[in-house]
């Protein structure tokens, strides 16, 4: 199967300080990115979806200039995280998809601390 | 329209049992229905998936029916395993470029020696 990887795995920063994540989909291009923040023993939520080139569309709710979505390759989306706060602490997941597939691939997840 | 429900939320199952989980969903525009296993601090691995034009799919130990008249799907694991016990959550979407996986709530599973 295709390969997402995210980077970091964990990260534990200020508050008041950004934290930048990243996705990369190693082996295939990735036209459309999606990214999720997940709580614990919750589903995946759906924070935005971005296709390379364009802006992200966020969902409902979702504050876009505190969660910066880039995804300025085919390869690479991050997910920027302005000014965090306690409540930011979530686990953060990538999923990447090729044009013309169905099938997205998800990465291995950022767990984000902000204390 | 947009939900789609999983069931049970919590799942015990002895080694080399079935598994069971059961998906419900409402928009009838969906055509992609995917399985994710989640372990724990991990991201979801695509598990097995399926179109309404077949009503089973077989991969190995894994299993999904589907139901397109009740709109219910479902993923059977044959001979449980201790290394089954993760989180499985159901999804749906509709084929295009702007398509987002709705979820189901997840279940967690867990299989004893």
């Known amino acids: 199967g295709a390969v997402v990887s995210q980077h970091p795995s964990r990260v534990i920063c200020k508050s008041g300080t950004s934290v930048k994540i990243e996705c990369r989909s190693l082996?295939?291009?990735?036209?459309?990115m999606f990214w999720y923040r997940q709580f614990p023993k919750q589903s995946l939520m759906l924070m935005a979806t971005s296709n390379e080139g364009s802006k992200a569309t966020y969902e409902q709710g979702v504050e876009k200039d505190k969660f910066l979505i880039n995804h300025a390759s085919l390869t690479l989306s991050t997910l920027t995280v302005t000014s965090a706060h306690p409540e930011d602490s979530s686990f953060y997941i990538c999923s990447a998809r090729d044009q013309g597939h169905t099938e997205a691939f998800f990465g291995q997840g950022t767990r984000l601390t902000v204390v | 329209q947009q939900q789609v429900k999983q069931s049970p939320q919590s799942l015990i199952v002895q080694k080399g049992g079935i598994s069971i989980i059961n998906c419900a969903y409402e928009?009838?525009?969906?055509?992609?229905f995917p399985w994710y296993q989640q372990f724990p601090g991990k991201g979801p691995a695509l598990l097995i998936a399926i179109r309404p034009d077949v009503s089973e799919k077989k991969e190995g130990r894994f299993t999904i029916s589907f139901n397109k008249s009740a709109k219910q799907f479902s993923l059977h694991i044959m001979d449980s395993q201790p290394g089954d016990s993760a989180t499985y959550f159901c999804a749906a979407t509709s084929t295009g470029t702007a398509s987002k996986l709705t979820f189901g709530t997840g279940t967690r599973l867990q299989v004893t020696l």
């Open positions: 928009n009838t525009a969906f055509d992609y």
């Open positions: 082996d295939f291009q990735a036209t459309t």
